[in-house]
């Protein structure tokens, strides 16, 4: 007993010392101005940024490139989650054209709280003019942003028959702070129309957010992406009631490898916090039993992904045996060979690629989330 009351004592310590978790600890000390001011899950906040992300001429200086990224993103959501959805509405001749950049917009106009004559508001109106080789097109995006709120009744349909009303076509987007397993197991938004495409906060931060962090070169803009980044992944619990913030929204890809790492390095000890958890007669038997299903489906993961660094494990062997001095690992063949094609469990193969990678590694192609099935890695062999 001794024993082990002492190795708890020497984890706990490795851990309050360890790299990841100093950076997260200041990360998460740090509130971000939306939290202070008590606002960061109020849904108009967000449509205020959004507003002023895709406005075209506003102080961030990125001109068009927020809207090229959104476009890029609805394609790639069309095609990879919702394909299924028939109804879906999206100008097919345009993808490719959108996917290869080879298009011009202009006339972009980027209306808030739009009223559509009736007693409803728009959270977010886009409209542009879409200018390529092959098509010119008026083109108007309808955004709906939920937080917190449900739909209120036939709310996305009313939308849906605004948006078929005006000039051009039309494109629909129901934006909800849905975890990425809930959001990529859906085949139809979680709104009542079904023409709607459905995204969620966290492919917004991955495929929008942090490559205009990356593009944008005004410091005051690139302080301000920063911290709605913060306001989306903090989980606010220390925070006041009326803020509501329980809910983590998304996290940057930065952050998501940091938490990974923590959560490498230290799981033995966090499960044993868990387990604590799990049994503590304070807590509600309902809040106990959830802890326990969390728990269960950590260890499941963590199996599965142990048997995935195996396999990785074994690819370099295998290779540093016929004398090669490096070896190129996909995460997409990974999921083709060994996960019957399961491409949900991309970010579980991924975070097993980056969990075995040393020094002696590159990268060399990366989705801009760091996680998905285009990630691959070059491991190079030769002896340290």
């Not at 942090?210 to 989980?235: G, H, M, N, W």
């Not at 590159?362 to 190079?380: A, K, M, N």
């Amino acid at each position: 007993m001794e024993d082990n009351l002492q190795q708890l004592r020497e984890q706990i310590l490795n851990l309050n010392n360890s790299e990841e978790f100093k950076q997260l600890s200041r990360y998460y000390k740090k509130k971000s101005f939306f939290n202070i001011l008590g606002i960061s899950r109020k849904e108009t906040i967000h449509s205020y940024f959004l507003h002023w992300l895709l406005s075209p001429d506003e102080s961030h200086e990125l001109n068009d490139f927020a809207l090229r990224k959104l476009l890029e993103l609805i394609v790639l959501v069309k095609n990879k989650l919702q394909f299924q959805n028939e109804q879906l509405q999206f100008p097919v001749n345009l993808e490719d054209t959108i996917i290869c950049g080879g298009y011009k917009l202009d006339r972009i106009t980027c209306e808030r709280e739009y009223a559509t004559g009736q007693s409803d508001r728009l959270d977010l109106l886009l409209s542009f003019d879409f200018h390529s080789e092959q098509t010119d097109k008026s083109l108007n995006i309808i955004l709906e942003n939920k937080v917190k709120s449900k739909e209120g009744k036939e709310q996305t349909i009313r939308y849906y028959k605004y948006g078929e009303s005006l000039g051009g076509e039309t494109v629909y987007l129901f934006l909800s702070p849905l975890s990425n397993s809930d959001y990529e197991a859906l085949t139809h938004p979680v709104c009542e129309c079904r023409q709607f495409i459905g995204l969620n906060y966290q492919y917004l931060v991955d495929y929008v957010l942090e490559p205009c962090l990356s593009e944008c070169t005004v410091s005051d803009a690139k302080v301000f992406i920063e911290e709605y980044l913060r306001t989306l992944s903090q989980p606010s619990l220390q925070f006041d009631d009326f803020d509501g913030g329980e809910i983590i929204m998304a996290v940057s890809s930065r952050e998501r490898d940091l938490l990974l790492s923590f959560w490498e390095n230290n799981k033995d000890l966090l499960t044993a916090a868990l387990n604590a958890l799990a049994d503590n007669p304070e807590l509600e038997q309902e809040e106990r039993n959830r802890i326990r299903e969390s728990l269960q489906a950590v260890s499941k993961s963590s199996n599965q992904t142990e048997e995935i660094r195996g396999w990785i494990r074994s690819l370099l062997r295998e290779a540093k045996e016929r004398g090669d001095e490096h070896i190129d690992i996909n995460a997409g063949d990974i999921v083709r060979k060994k996960l019957q094609s399961n491409y949900q469990k991309s970010s579980m193969v991924c975070s097993a690629m980056k969990s075995i990678m040393h020094n002696n590694y590159e990268v060399l192609e990366s989705p801009p989330s760091g996680f998905g099935s285009g990630l691959t890695i070059r491991y190079f062999l030769q002896e340290e």
